[in-house]
């Protein structure tokens, strides 16, 4: 369990206790990676990929 998912479930049983619900728009999106540095290595391949197609570097 990444450390995303523990902060959203123990948000979701806090405000499930305090009968306060949260939207699935207010509350962080679900991560598409396994990890924090999963993520960053993807982002950063994209905006590569963008900034080649932008310079036409490709």
């Known amino acids: 369990m990444n450390m995303m998912t523990a902060i959203g ?7 499930s206790l305090w009968g306060i619900p949260i939207a699935r728009n207010q509350a962080p999106p679900k991560p598409r990676y396994r990890s924090v540095k999963q993520h960053q290595r993807a982002a950063a391949k994209t905006r590569a990929r963008r900034r080649a197609k932008r310079f036409n570097h490709f």
């Open 9 to 15: 479930a123990m948000l979701a049983q806090t405000t």
